[in-house]
């Protein structure tokens, strides 16, 4: 479609508005960004636009957006993109697997790009794509959730609970997710962790060849010598070797890459040892379930930091964990979100020491898990929260953090 000389409304100005707006200029279309931070009613008389573009942060099913001419970066995409789509969804596990999907198919020298949340301008791109073209994109549910188009790969990881601040209930959550294997043909792949009862309900949504994968199916090969840590590491490995074996990539190029991997930025990253004490930073756990799963990744005693703002989840089964675990002996808690955690904490039976350090400076925070963790120790963020009470996103509180253990002396 061109839009020349239309009337362009983009929804939001994050990331994707902005690569929205570069996208609809190059068509010299006439383009009002219209955003909350500039203006409360920005979604007032919509219907004066020939095309709405909402961004993914933007709820779709506002009133105010019960019109026809409504679209989104990623539908966009998907209807123009010429190349194959590799798509990831999940709760966790989306941006490690897409990456690790990713390095294979470079290393395979294919034609890949890596797009969207950690990668590049997913509209920018679109000029540069040919059929010979991979790309590979992990899906958010605010992207998936009015998305009509499926992609060639659909990897769908387990699916628990998040983003309750946004989408109205569970149902409503894992429905969004649906949409990614919903739209596929008989020539597609559904790549679907069978290990858990959410993601093996997709497998009646698709048309596409179904691809169970789970970390215990995964061949030994693929878990020895890995520079990623953490047991749920594995169903990320997992998924990436099925979907390259699904395109044939050659055995020794895929285990090359696995053993080479190290993992994203803010997940599970070894920061520094500091006086025999090791400092780890997941800041991009925002929920319990990814805390979880760090967690289980150490058997050294370990001191957790956790807590930031509340999006409405619930920690009790965390609290579970941290007392079944026997290594978590101490728990700094920050952040709004700090009351509740230590309710859940008292209500599992906690025996630790508790350390409420409320909106300390992140400086006094690193000093104090220093001083409470023995030699031989781990320092772990991971704060199974939102960041937005004391940062200004994860990878600022995970920055802040790296900074304060450099600065250690």
Request: proline fraction near 3%; aromatic fraction near 8%; hydrophobic fraction near 40%.
């Amino acid at each position: 479609m061109n839009n020349k000389g239309q009337k362009v409304a983009i929804l939001g100005y994050g990331l994707e508005g902005q690569d929205a707006e570069r996208y609809f200029k190059k068509q010299d279309a006439k383009i009002t960004i219209l955003d909350q931070k500039f203006d409360k009613d920005y979604l007032k008389r919509l219907d004066k636009y020939d095309l709405v573009v909402r961004s993914p942060g933007v709820y779709p099913n506002k009133p105010e957006l019960r019109i026809a001419n409504v679209t989104t970066p990623i539908q966009i995409f998907f209807e123009k993109c010429p190349g194959k789509i590799i798509g990831v969804t999940g709760t966790k596990g989306k941006g490690t697997t897409s990456t690790l999907i990713y390095e294979i198919l470079k290393k395979a020298k294919k034609d890949v790009y890596l797009v969207g949340n950690i990668g590049k301008p997913y509209l920018e791109l679109l000029p540069k794509l040919t059929k010979d073209n991979f790309v590979v994109m992990e899906l958010s549910s605010f992207q998936l959730i009015d998305l009509t188009k499926s992609p060639h790969i659909a990897v769908v990881l387990n699916i628990t609970l998040d983003h309750l601040d946004w989408h109205k209930s569970k149902e409503e959550y894992v429905n969004a997710k649906k949409n990614i294997v919903k739209y596929q043909t008989k020539d597609d792949f559904a790549v679907i962790n069978s290990e858990y009862d959410v993601s093996k309900s997709f497998l009646e949504l698709t048309k596409a060849k179904v691809i169970l994968f789970n970390k215990s199916k995964l061949e030994d090969k693929y878990k020895e010598n890995l520079l990623l840590r953490g047991e749920h590491n594995l169903e990320n490995i997992a998924a990436a070797v099925y979907v390259v074996k699904a395109l044939k990539i050659k055995e020794d190029i895929i285990l090359k890459t696995v053993r080479e991997f190290k993992g994203l930025e803010h997940r599970l990253e070894l920061v520094k040892e500091v006086r025999g004490v090791t400092f780890y930073n997941d800041s991009f756990a925002t929920g319990p379930q990814p805390t979880i799963a760090a967690i289980k990744s150490f058997t050294e005693p370990v001191t957790l930091i956790l807590g930031g703002s509340d999006k409405g989840l619930n920690y009790d089964d965390l609290g579970k964990e941290i007392v079944a675990s026997k290594q978590v002996k101490k728990v700094i808690i920050i952040g709004k979100v700090g009351p509740l955690i230590i309710k859940s904490l008292n209500k599992a039976g906690y025996k630790g020491s508790i350390i409420n350090l409320k909106q300390r400076s992140m400086a006094r925070i690193v000093e104090n898990a220093l001083r409470n963790t023995p030699r031989g120790g781990v320092v772990l963020l991971s704060p199974a929260a939102a960041s937005f009470d004391m940062f200004r996103d994860y990878k600022d509180r995970g920055n802040q953090f790296k900074k304060a253990v450099q600065n250690l002396k």
